[in-house]
């Protein structure tokens, strides 16, 4: 590239990238980084909302379950130790 061209070339890519800096703080540049991003409906906030319930509730329901099975097995070592005792 001679030098002509890059002269000419740099403030113009600055400017290019300046105007784009100062179009990403308006709504318009905010909404379309949202878009790009993925930017959630309510209807994907309501499914999430509603898996994470369900998350919570299997949670609550495995930690029950845990602790019946400890429950069971405590009472099992307890027959155990109690049927070694017997003669």
Do not use: C, W, Y
Not at 67 to 75: D, G, K, V, W
Not at 77 to 83: F, H, I, L, N, P
Request: glycine fraction near 4%.
């Amino acid at each position: 590239m001679d030098k002509q061209t890059l002269a000419v070339m740099i403030p113009v890519i600055t400017m290019f990238f300046t105007g784009l800096i100062a179009f990403s703080f308006t709504r318009l540049g905010k909404a379309v980084a949202k878009r790009i991003e993925g930017g959630h409906s309510d209807d994907v906030l309501e499914r999430v909302a509603r898996l994470e319930e369900e998350n919570e509730s299997l949670h609550r329901s495995l930690l029950e379950a845990h602790e019946r099975l400890e429950t069971a097995e405590r009472m099992l070592r307890q027959d155990a130790s109690r049927a070694s005792l017997r003669p």
